[in-house]
């Protein structure tokens, strides 16, 4: 039977209760959302909190709010919450990619953004899509909070910007004319892990030219975006030639580790592959014609 | 510490450790073996439970965070003599051999016929595609739904 080691319990009533009952609590007290990553953990000793801060009742903290160009995102979001809403599949399809294929529906009905960025897993779908998107988290302390971007909030795996005594609050995405993205995974059975995934959004010009890009991988041992892959699409009309340069230049930048999920090779090619995948769906969402072979860039 | 919630319709309170998961206060403390409990990991989902109607994993909740909410369990299903429709289409349809799954799959399916009366087929398999069945193929759980789905007679009966 698994079960946690001891530890205390209370249930905050609100954000500035958190701050406080994580800093009277010390440096072992972690806050709890889902569950579906930390209580895993906890029954195999590979995190042992004395306390545990349940954010459950904190209602402000999930919400799903158009602001302007900002899609605002609670952190207590659930991922049944995002594929729920139709703005978010609209707006940014990219997340419905992506949380159709997180774990299971039952898993979905407890996790959260907020834990999914919290845990920093190098497989999490989310943190992928955040990073494509160019998400920024809102992380609040007791001093107030400060809105950061994703290649400052990494800080490697399990690791983050967020520091013991802060809480993330919200995930922040840029909603913008023109584009597009997609995600794609491919998993051993379903509800699983990723094998490799990948995720690409793409904002066109007036022209019909590529204006902004960029690509993310999953579980290829990439942090931050595949930037080289991004930089040959800038300027050229989407096309499947430009498409396959992009997989080449995402292949090369990953580097996969060979584990019960697939040898390294075997990665590697999936990295190629999904990337020209959700590249042309990203293009086509961006309202891309059909793709033809030979154009002009 | 103390946790308060809605068991199938009545409070219970119990003192308990933080750290009790919410299947074992509901086969240990409060004796409602109905639930059962395999994986231990929140892959098979036999210890779903709906809270406050949503299906969980209670293998993956703490009871302490249930406190304050509203649980159903497999015993909460039936009311009196008369079966849930889901429970009939069990029956009717074979839904269930060695039986292990059958709480959790049914009250997934609770929660999906709330939600949405007339799935068709594959909503059925993506509503239980985070539940392990070892025996039946599935094939005759989503019938079993379907049934249940044609005949919400007994849930007007006892509305
Ligand atoms: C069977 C199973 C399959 C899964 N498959 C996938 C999958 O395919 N892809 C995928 O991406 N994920 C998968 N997951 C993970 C799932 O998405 C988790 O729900 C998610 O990673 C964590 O969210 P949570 O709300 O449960 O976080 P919790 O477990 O509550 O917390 C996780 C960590 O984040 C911290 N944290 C939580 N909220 C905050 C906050 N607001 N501020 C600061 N820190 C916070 C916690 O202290 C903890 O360290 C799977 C999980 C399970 C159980
Ligand atoms: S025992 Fe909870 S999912 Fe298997
Ligand atoms: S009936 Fe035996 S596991 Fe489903």
Not at chain 1, 67 to 88: E, F, I, K, M, P
Not at chain 1, 125 to 144: M, Q, Y
Not at chain 1, 174 to 187: D, I, L, M, Q
Request: hydrophobic share 45%; glycine share 10%.
């Amino acid at each position: 039977m698994q079960v946690p080691a001891p530890f205390e319990y209370a249930r905050a009533t609100s954000v500035a209760d958190a701050l406080e009952l994580l800093e009277r609590h010390g440096p072992e007290a972690r806050v709890l959302a889902g569950g579906h990553s930390l209580l895993p953990m906890m029954k195999l000793r590979l995190a042992r909190p004395d306390w545990l801060i349940d954010l459950g009742d904190l209602a402000e903290l999930r919400h799903l709010i158009r602001d302007g160009d900002w899609l605002r995102v609670g952190a207590l979001t659930t991922h049944a919450d995002l594929l729920a809403s139709a703005q978010v599949g609209r707006l940014l399809p990219i997340v419905h990619d992506a949380e159709r294929v997180i774990a299971d529906p039952v898993v979905r009905n407890r996790g959260t953004i907020g834990g999914s960025l919290g845990q920093a897993d190098p497989a999490e779908d989310l943190s992928t899509v955040c990073d494509v998107l160019r998400a920024r988290v809102v992380i609040t302390g007791r001093a107030g909070e400060r809105v950061i971007g994703m290649e400052e909030f990494h800080r490697g795996p399990y690791e983050t910007a967020c520091e013991q005594h802060e809480l993330i609050t919200e995930v922040r995405f840029p909603v913008r004319p023109r584009s597009g993205s997609a995600y794609e995974k491919v998993e051993r059975r379903v509800g699983d892990w990723a094998v490799a995934a990948a995720g690409a959004a793409l904002v066109l010009a007036d022209d019909g030219t590529i204006a902004d890009a960029s690509i993310g991988l999953t579980a290829l041992g990439l942090s931050g975006l595949a930037t080289d892959a991004a930089a040959v699409l800038l300027g050229t009309h989407p096309s499947e030639e430009v498409f396959a340069e992009a997989g080449r230049l995402a292949a090369a930048a990953s580097s996969p580790v060979e584990d019960q999920r697939g040898p390294v090779d075997y990665k590697r090619h999936l990295a190629e592959e999904l990337t020209r995948r959700v590249l042309r769906s990203a293009a086509e969402r961006a309202g891309a014609g059909a793709l033809t072979a030979v154009q002009g860039g | 510490m103390q946790v308060t919630m809605t068991v199938n319709g009545a409070e219970v309170t119990r003192d308990v450790e933080p750290r009790l998961l919410l299947v074992h206060f509901l086969r240990d403390t409060l004796g409602l073996t109905g639930t059962h409990w395999g994986c231990d990991t929140s892959n098979c989902g036999t210890c779903v439970v709906l809270v406050d109607g949503v299906p969980v994993k209670s293998c993956t909740a703490l009871a302490a965070m249930t406190s304050g909410h509203e649980v159903r369990t497999v015993e909460g299903l039936a009311d009196g003599a008369a079966l849930d429709p889901v429970q009939q289409g069990f029956m009717e349809e074979h839904g269930l051999q060695c039986g292990f799954c059958t709480p959790g799959m049914m009250l997934t399916a609770r929660a999906l016929l709330d939600r949405n009366p007339d799935p068709d087929e594959a909503e059925i398999r993506e509503a239980i595609s985070g539940q392990i069945c070892r025996c039946t193929g599935y094939a005759t759980i989503v019938r079993a739904v379907r049934w249940a789905a044609a005949h919400p007679a007994t849930e007007e009966v006892r509305a």
